[in-house]
């Protein structure tokens, strides 16, 4: 990313303007997911997808070696059910020039990334799509390592390479970026409900008085 590109209005996420792309979210690499509780990015990595299907984000999604890994896990392809993950023998994503092509057919430059492991399947496309001009953001909290110290040291990696790190729930308040947008302020807070976490069980129990009130 240039030096212009990281500061501004301009450095902020548009949803005409990226493209995401998940990687590996698969049972084997849940096996040795060790930086976070798995659940969480579970419940992530499913809140970006359908934050990204919302807010019409084209969303690629990809997998290595789904015979002996598992398929992508379900809650993500129940997402976008008509959509098969394109699976991978290379570790590094963006050798697969299927996946390459797929980013480039949209004509978006910024590349959306989350994936398993942090250190690896993440850091390595970050890096080299970084190195050819996209500007990269790398989703953390929808990505993991083998350890806390592995998923840190890839954060840090990544960064020295120009990757912005960035959170789900901040990618979906940048596409959002006004409460008036009207046209996707329904899907933003059906997810929020669903992923928040403390927020989404906050709103849940803010309509619940609502609904309550009115009904008085």
Same mark, same amino acid.
């Given at each position: 990313m240039s030096a212009q590109?990281?500061?501004?209005?301009?450095?902020l996420l548009t949803p005409?303007?990226?493209v995401v792309v998940l990687i590996d979210h698969q049972p084997f690499q849940f096996a040795n997911l060790n930086s976070h509780e798995p659940t969480m990015i579970?419940?992530?990595?499913v809140g970006l997808a359908k934050v990204a299907k919302a807010y019409g984000v084209p969303t690629i999604l990809t997998t290595v070696l789904a015979e002996r890994g598992g398929r992508l896990i379900q809650g993500v392809q129940d997402v976008f059910p008509d959509q098969e993950p394109i699976d991978r023998t290379l570790?590094?994503?963006?050798?697969?020039?299927?996946?390459v092509d797929a980013v480039r057919a949209t004509g978006r430059k910024k590349l959306i990334l989350a994936g398993l492991w942090t250190e690896i399947c993440l850091a390595m496309p970050a890096i080299q799509a970084a190195?050819?001009?996209?500007?990269?953001y790398a989703v953390t909290d929808a990505s993991g390592g083998?350890?806390?110290?592995?998923? #840190?040291? %890839?954060?840090?990696r990544m960064v020295q390479a120009g990757v912005v790190p960035i959170t789900w729930l901040a990618v979906m308040a940048e596409w959002q970026r006004d409460w008036a947008r009207e046209d996707t302020i329904t899907g933003a807070i059906e997810v929020q409900a669903q992923h928040g976490g403390a927020s989404g069980v906050a709103f849940a129990w803010e309509m619940q008085l609502l609904a309550g009130r #009115?009904? %008085?």
């Amino acid at each position: 990313m240039s030096a212009q590109n990281k500061a501004g209005l301009d450095a902020l996420l548009t949803p005409e303007e990226s493209v995401v792309v998940l990687i590996d979210h698969q049972p084997f690499q849940f096996a040795n997911l060790n930086s976070h509780e798995p659940t969480m990015i579970v419940n992530n990595v499913v809140g970006l997808a359908k934050v990204a299907k919302a807010y019409g984000v084209p969303t690629i999604l990809t997998t290595v070696l789904a015979e002996r890994g598992g398929r992508l896990i379900q809650g993500v392809q129940d997402v976008f059910p008509d959509q098969e993950p394109i699976d991978r023998t290379l570790i590094n994503t963006w050798q697969d020039e299927r996946v390459v092509d797929a980013v480039r057919a949209t004509g978006r430059k910024k590349l959306i990334l989350a994936g398993l492991w942090t250190e690896i399947c993440l850091a390595m496309p970050a890096i080299q799509a970084a190195g050819e001009g996209f500007e990269v953001y790398a989703v953390t909290d929808a990505s993991g390592g083998v350890s806390a110290e592995a998923h #840190d040291m %890839a954060v840090r990696r990544m960064v020295q390479a120009g990757v912005v790190p960035i959170t789900w729930l901040a990618v979906m308040a940048e596409w959002q970026r006004d409460w008036a947008r009207e046209d996707t302020i329904t899907g933003a807070i059906e997810v929020q409900a669903q992923h928040g976490g403390a927020s989404g069980v906050a709103f849940a129990w803010e309509m619940q008085l609502l609904a309550g009130r #009115d009904a %008085a």
